[in-house]
């Protein structure tokens, strides 16, 4: 079972990146997925979620009304939208599959996690 995450890289103050988890080894389709990132000396925090359907999502205050997570469970596949990006955005972010169909904001519901994509917000 793998997840990839992949799509960062640099990007300007106000720029737009669209991360992509894609799973391999095993469908998601029934699973909720969820997004988190990790600055340089923090924890890793919640950033977004989405259950099975892709009919509900949470996201973090800090990016409410900027990322968009959605899904396509027939490519096995989850995205994170990223509009307006500021540099306190900046960390490694991490995609991971929970073991239950309905959203968690909490890191400990989640069971499979990827390897992260580094996003980099320059000001």
């Known amino acids: 079972v793998q997840l990839q995450a992949y799509g960062g890289g640099l990007v300007q103050n106000g720029g737009s990146l669209r991360l992509s988890c894609a799973a391999s080894?095993?469908?998601?389709?029934?699973?909720?997925m969820g997004w988190f990132r990790q600055a340089p000396g923090k924890e890793r925090g919640f950033v977004a979620t989405?259950?099975?359907?892709?009919?509900?999502?949470y996201y973090a205050d800090s990016v409410k009304g900027r990322f968009t997570m959605s899904r396509d469970n027939a490519k096995n596949t989850v995205y994170l939208q990223m509009n307006s990006l500021k540099p306190e955005d900046t960390a490694v972010y991490y995609c991971?599959?929970?073991?239950?169909?309905?959203?968690?904001?909490?890191?400990?519901?989640?069971?499979?996690w990827g390897q992260g994509t580094q996003v980099t917000v320059s000001s």
């Open positions: 991971a599959a929970a073991a239950t169909s309905w959203a968690h904001t909490s890191r400990d519901k989640y069971d499979y």
């Open positions: 080894g095993r469908t998601f389709s029934t699973n909720a």
């Open positions: 989405i259950n099975w359907s892709g009919s509900t999502t």
